[in-house]
Structure formats: C-alpha cells, structure tokens
C-alpha cells in the first residue's frame, strides 16, 4: 500500500478525496493536516474530522496547521462550499479532537518515521500550500521521509480564483512559491495536478443519487451528498470530483500523464498574482540562458487524465462502503 498524508481545507471536493484515501485498498492513510482556505480552519479541522468519522477512520491522526496565508487576508470559498465549508449537509460534527500538534510538528514526526523506516510518503496537498512551506523551511530533514508531492493547484492554461490564478495558490502564493523552490533545493519530486486536469472526472447527478440509495453504507451515502450538493451549486447534470483526482492519480498512475516543465509562481502582477507560470517552450537548448531562473524549478505538470477513469475508480471506491 502507497503511504500519503493528505493537507485538506475541507471542502466539499476535499470531502470526496478524504473518503477515497480513507477506503481505497491500496493507499495507507498515514495522517491529514489541515489548514484555512475554502472555510475557515476550525470549519476545516471539523468538516475534515467528521468525514473520517464516516469512514470509519478515526484511527487517522488529524491536526490542524495554519489559519491564515503567509502574507494575503484570508479570503475563504464558503460562495462555492457552502457556509459551513461541506456543502451545510447537517452532518453531525465529529466529537473528536485534533492532535495537540501543530500540523506541521505532526507531518514532521509522520515524515521522519518514515525516512527511518525508510518508508517515505507521498505527501498531497489539496489546500493553499501555507503548512507545506512551513514544514520544507523549518524541517527541511523531512525530505528524505517524502516519497514525493502531488498537489492540487495551479494551472498550466487558465485560473479560476482570477483569469490567472487557481484558488490555491492565490489564496498563498508566497507558500507555493516557497514549496516550489523548496522542492528543487531539497530533490523533492513534485506533480502539480492543476486545472488542466481538475475538471475532466466527473460524476453525473443520477450517479449522485445512486450512492445515496445503499444503506448502511455511510461512506456512499456522504459521496453522493457532496457529489449533489456540488451538482446543485453550479446548476449542473454533473460535476468533477475536484481535489479527489489528485488522490486518484496516487492510487492509479496509470491515469495520468505528465510532462516535466519549468514552473514558477507570479507574486507580483497585478491581474496575474498567484499564476503558476509554466514554460512550454523547448528547453533542449541552453538552460543556462534563462534570463529569470526559470528552468531551475521543474515539476512534473499532469496535461492529461483519463478522467472517465478516475471518475470510475472513485466510484467503485465509494460503493465498498466502509469495510475495505
Ligand atoms: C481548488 O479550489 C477549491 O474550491 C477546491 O477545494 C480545490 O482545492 C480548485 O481550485
């Protein structure tokens, strides 16, 4: 089984990828961090808490991290989550809880297990990356505990939180920058799961309403609750699995395809803040000619999913129930 720690802003789309790593037979849900952004980090730690409940995973440490971006306002997505930040389902909140840890000393000490049991971890961040930066400068050790990142985030083409930038990377685009050049300084692989891809596994609203007609089975029945809610919210037949993409992609990476490209994070632009500018150019020529350091940062950019694929996946996923 695959290790991975998931850093959430729980999230309706954070929910669905909660439920997958929580029940896919192949993946080892070592821990989950949270941090603000689409609710606030209370509203997050809860909805993140309350999902593994559903599970059936409170096994799974959880810890909450930071509250707020390095240096922005927080500025939250309650238009597209709902005011509770899932969907106001009226779930029950989970009585647990979170560690005592910040989330940062809990990834470091999950991480250096794992370099010790020489075991490392696929770390998947689904949230502004503000935990991720703090960890990478704080306790750089921890890279020999990660396997490698898969974040949710950016965009190679367009943005959503503006016509440039993708949600989470606007709301700290300072972090991702530091993750960024954290990740080239530390040998750290990176997979950047962006827009390009986000969009294309989709569960249509009658498939919505088919996990929900399975009792007994709480984790079907969240599944399609958020699956509607999401359906409802953008007056839509269907609608992506979002963040739960990114985890697929972990469980199955024979969905996905990736190209590595120069990468770097605009923090000044005043319509293009927060933008992941990806360099499609030929780089076979001479690297060392980049004017602005570009060619220093390369991540691995997911251009293409088999989305009917993970859509599948996750669906089958969810109708295990919970006994995995
Ligand atoms: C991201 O925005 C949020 O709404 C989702 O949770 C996802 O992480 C996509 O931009």
Not at 154 to 168: C, K, L
Not at 190 to 218: C, K, W
Request: aromatic share 4%; net charge negative.
């Amino acid at each position: 089984r695959v290790p991975v720690i998931l850093d959430v802003d729980t999230g309706v789309d954070d929910a669905c990828a909660l439920l997958f790593a929580a029940r896919h037979p192949g993946l080892d849900l070592r821990a989950v961090t949270c941090v603000g952004g689409n609710a606030s980090l209370a509203d997050v730690t809860r909805n993140t808490m309350t999902v593994l409940d559903i599970a059936d995973r409170a096994d799974v440490p959880v810890a909450a991290g930071a509250a707020r971006p390095l240096l922005e306002d927080p500025v939250d997505a309650r238009h597209v989550h709902g005011a509770d930040g899932m969907g106001d389902l009226g779930l029950s909140p989970s009585r647990r809880r979170p560690e005592a840890r910040h989330a940062v000393e809990l990834l470091r000490d999950e991480l250096l297990a794992a370099a010790a049991d020489g075991r490392p971890i696929t770390l998947i961040p689904l949230a502004p990356m503000t935990n991720i930066a703090l960890l990478l400068r704080t306790y750089p050790a921890v890279a020999e505990g990660i396997e490698r990142i898969v974040f949710m985030g950016g965009a190679a083409a367009s943005g959503n939180a503006t016509a440039s930038a993708e949600f989470n990377v606007f709301h700290d685009p300072e972090a991702a920058a530091i993750v960024l050049d954290a990740c080239a300084d530390l040998g750290i692989d990176l997979v950047m799961y962006g827009l390009d891809v986000f969009y294309e596994p989709m569960i249509t609203l009658d498939e919505a309403r088919a996990l929900q007609s399975h009792p007994g089975n709480g984790v079907a029945d969240l599944a399609g609750r958020l699956i509607e809610f999401g359906c409802r919210r953008f007056e839509s037949d269907a609608t992506t699995i979002g963040d739960a993409g990114a985890v697929c992609a972990v469980a199955d990476p024979e969905g996905i395809g990736t190209v590595p490209l120069p990468i770097r994070v605009e923090l000044t632009g005043r319509y293009t803040r927060g933008r992941t500018v990806v360099d499609h150019r030929d780089w076979s020529g001479d690297l060392a000619h980049d004017p602005h350091g570009q060619s220093d940062v390369v991540a691995e950019v997911a251009l293409a999913i088999d989305g009917p694929r993970f859509a599948r996946l996750w669906m089958d996923t969810m109708n295990a129930g919970p006994t995995p």
